[in-house]
């Protein structure tokens, strides 16, 4: 059985609002609900699991009765941190389900493609853990604390999306480590466990919305 994990912690400082970003609408829709419903379209069958802050939930309960939105999830309480939100969203996995492929995904994100979702998991599925990237296309410097620097191969770099995917088992033993600094991202923490993780291609409109630009970005592409 395969599960997607949508964390969605965020609080709308960057986007200058008061309302949490991931509720916010793109074309009459909160981002949030565009985001679950990706998945729900790609595989009617896939267990979605909703990492949301407790004091948010209520408001998230309101949203969905305001818009009708009846797409089956669970609700899971967040963290201090990515990595504790993430490792919340597994536990709310049943102990008794020991096979499938997990992915965690950036509540806004509602732009990932089914292709995306299929590569990705489908590369879990053989490979163990997966990440969709995109080519840099910007010129890239070092800069060192005192200012200096120097521009450095962009080819030599990839921009990391969600959904990061995963076999469950591999990853309940990655989240049973202690946080640690360099857990950049969830495949950061599988790493740590001395695993490699596989890319795959990403989708250019798969874009993380957490400015005003990016909401702007966001209703073209509705």
Not at 69 to 75: E, G, L, N, R
Not at 114 to 134: D, G, K, L, Q, S
Request: proline share 5%; hydrophobic share 35%.
């Amino acid at each position: 059985m395969d599960y997607i994990i949508i964390v969605a912690g965020g609080k709308g400082q960057r986007m200058g609002t008061d309302i949490p970003k991931q509720f916010l609408e793109l074309a009459g829709q909160p981002i949030l609900m565009r985001t679950i419903q990706r998945f729900a379209d790609y595989d009617p069958a896939m267990q979605i699991i909703l990492v949301l802050p407790r004091e948010q939930q209520d408001y998230w309960r309101t949203l969905c009765e305001k818009h009708g939105f009846t797409v089956p999830h669970t609700i899971v309480d967040g963290g201090a941190t990515r990595f504790e939100s993430s490792r919340n969203g597994i536990m709310a996995i049943p102990s008794d389900v020991t096979d499938g492929v997990v992915g965690i995904h950036d509540g806004v994100r509602p732009f990932v493609s089914a292709e995306v979702i299929e590569r990705c998991f489908e590369t879990a599925r053989e490979e163990f853990a997966a990440i969709p990237v995109m080519p840099v296309v910007e010129t890239l410097r070092y800069v060192d604390r005192h200012g200096g620097g120097h521009n450095v191969m962009r080819d030599d770099y990839k921009v990391v999306q969600t959904p990061q995917t995963f076999d469950l088992t591999l990853l309940r033993k990655a989240f049973e480590q202690p946080y640690q600094d360099n857990f950049t991202d969830d495949a950061s923490v599988v790493e740590n466990l001395g695993c490699t993780v596989q890319t795959v291609e990403g989708n250019r409109e798969n874009i993380k919305i957490t400015t005003p630009f990016d909401l702007k970005v966001g209703e073209l592409l509705c």
